[in-house]
DNA sequence: ATCTTTTCTTGACTTGTTCAAGATCGTGCG
DNA sequence: CGCACGATCTTGAACAAGTCAAGAAAAGAT
């Protein structure tokens, strides 16, 4: 069975309140993957008028709790937020721009969920990102 | 052949200049692997007496532009340095406390390395961060 | 020893995010 | 259908990590 894609019916399958900001959000990051906080505010805004920043802010928070949305925060660059989720899909990030894309599990189903030694931690999530150059980057730096 | 251990003949190997807050800053992240920013301030000041936070985060730019440390920074958690490079591993991150220890690849040398689809993206570099909680946080949640 | 260039010091500032108090709104219940 | 309660949103301030900028100091070449 798949989750549904309704922003309502997701919403009150996860047991939280149907609000415009909630609903909001939900279809402004369904719409741009990958998406920083900023340019969800933006989007935000434009489909449900006035919401505070900090609303969006502790919208995304709660989604994220809920596992309705995913937070992805390479590092050096500021948090996004993507709505593919429970699928174990990984990133590839371009060092110059920031721009993120989706790549899918390299060798079956949960590649490298293994490690080979865990000091006794207990591992419940492998998160893989690959660092590169994207296409436009790349066109760009060549002259 | 082995890169050496000493900070003044790292420093040269890589063609920067030897000063005190670099050398400081070599030995302290040896001392204290996965310190972040603020430890290796503390960590430098106590062996080499006053150094600016601003040259502290110069010398660590520096070095890691260099290769001489590499940086770490997983989702949510403020920037942390290590001195093991050039060896691929891996690391495993509390969800609870941020405590992060190393993990050796799992399979073979370079296991996650090639992404099934990689959108155009020259791909340079894949970082696989293992989710977890630790041996303590785990302790101290088991009432 | 001197000169040039890099690096460090000082101090202000930006950015992304969180905290706090009170107003408002969603939902369950009568 | 309307009320009560608690969750959520608004407003505005605060915070932390990291960056910018100008001048002083020091490393290394000659």
Redesign the pocket.
């Known amino acids: 069975m798949t989750v549904s894609t309704d922003p309502v019916q997701q ?2 399958g996860a047991a ?7 609903v909001a959000v939900l279809e402004a990051v369904a719409d741009h993957p990958h998406a ?3 340019a969800v505010i933006q989007a935000v805004r434009d489909r449900a008028g ?13 989604l994220t709790g809920a596992g309705l949305l995913r937070r992805i ?1 390479p590092s ?1 660059l ?2 996004r937020y993507e709505s593919r989720v429970g699928d174990n899909h990984h990133h590839v990030v371009c060092r110059t721009c920031g721009d993120i894309a989706d790549v899918d599990c390299a060798t079956g189903t949960a590649p490298c969920l293994t490690a080979s030694d865990d000091h006794g931690f207990s591992i419940d999530e492998a998160e893989v990102l690959y660092w590169g150059t994207c296409p436009a980057c790349t066109a760009t730096t060549v002259h």
Not at 52 to 60: E, F, G, I, P, R
């Open positions: 919403l009150r939280l309140r149907v609000t415009r900001p909630r920083d906080t900023d006035d919401v505070s920043h900090q609303a969006v802010y502790d919208v995304l928070r709660a925060q050096g500021v948090a």
